[in-house]
């Protein structure tokens, strides 16, 4: 199965990064741009068919690794 | 006393605190390859600075899966003294060895720097050199140093003392402007709750000689030492 995997920072923890993309798409014109958050994104082959037990895997790969989840939340997609 | 430094790929401050432990402390020091499973004979370790793996992921995500982590790890539950420079820092805190987490600094620059410190607990195995209250000049060098907690986590760390050095200005005054990066509370270095290990942003191993200018640093390294020659008994096998 191929997971489809969204690492972003938290809401509420301050993301400097998508401050700064704010402000140049604000620069460039697009002034109803408003809260931008960056994040990682990430997609990898499970060598797994059972849909649940490849879901059970990616959890702990964001849990353990992909994600510090601390200051950031994980969501995926399997197909 | 023997100091060991461990060496991950990516590592950059490693025989910068090599050199200071060796040539000025007068200290044995002994390199440790991130593939060791083992730190026997040691007194304590360095955490050195740098970039391990590149800082692929994030600062430290990979380094702390390093084989050598496991025997850090079990090191530091014996108690011994364990510290962790800039990236040291950060891979503590991705191994879970102290509480929090780095996000980028609120500037986005890498900031690369001589800051001021205050001491905030000269009371503890890497501060005992210093004096409560005293500011220290010492260089930082990140991206991400910007200290995040949750404030459970925050309220615990100030109310047992952890919070070791905060930012301030050169009169020690903790302001924001005086704050490199937009850590919380100024926060420049923390221990764990039983206090044997310290994370810190700044490098005092940067500042250890007069001849560069600055020996301010060398207070927090020579603060370790003198800790470890009271500890009655030296490690082993940890």
New interface residues.
């Given amino acids: 199965m191929k997971a489809k995997i969204h690492v972003t ?1 938290k809401q509420g ?2 993301d ?2 998508g401050k ?1 993309i704010e402000h140049a798409l604000d620069s460039l014109g697009f002034k109803n741009a408003a809260n931008v958050r960056v994040g ?1 994104y990430m997609e990898l082959d499970v060598n797994e068919n059972d849909k649940a037990k490849a879901e059970v895997q990616v959890k702990q790969m964001c849990e353990k ?2 994600a ?1 989840t ?2 950031e939340e994980y969501r995926y997609e399997l197909t | 006393m023997k100091i060991g430094v461990l060496v991950f790929p990516g590592s950059n401050c490693d025989h910068d605190c090599q050199h200071v432990f060796q040539d000025v402390l007068g200290q044995q020091v002994e390199m440790i390859w991130h593939k060791e499973t083992t730190v026997s004979g040691l007194d304590g370790i360095i955490i050195p600075g740098g970039f391990s793996y590149g800082d692929y992921l994030r600062t430290g995500a990979i380094a702390r899966f390093s084989p050598v982590m496991n025997a850090v790890k079990e090191f530091a539950e014996n108690g011994g003294l364990v510290m962790g420079i800039c990236n040291g820092f950060q891979i503590l805190l991705e191994a879970g060895l102290l509480p929090g987490a780095m996000l980028r600094n609120r500037s986005l620059h890498f900031v690369c720097k001589d800051v001021h410190v205050r001491v905030e607990n000269a009371a503890t195995a890497f501060t005992g050199a210093c004096q409560p209250g005293q500011v220290l000049t010492i260089p930082v060098a990140h991206a991400e140093g910007n200290y995040y907690t949750d404030p459970v986590t925050l309220a615990g760390l100030q109310a047992n003392a952890q919070v070791v050095f905060r930012y301030c200005t050169s009169d020690g005054r903790v302001t924001a402007e005086a704050n490199p990066n937009g850590s919380l509370d100024n926060i420049a270095g923390i221990r764990s709750a039983e206090g044997n290990v310290l994370g810190m942003m700044p490098h005092p191993e940067r500042s250890a000689e007069e001849l560069l200018g600055n020996a301010d640093g060398r207070l927090v390294l020579m603060s370790m030492l003198e800790s470890l020659k009271k500890r009655p008994l030296k490690m082993v096998g940890a």
């Fill in positions: 920072l923890i301050l400097p990064q700064a990682k690794l992909l510090n601390i200051i």
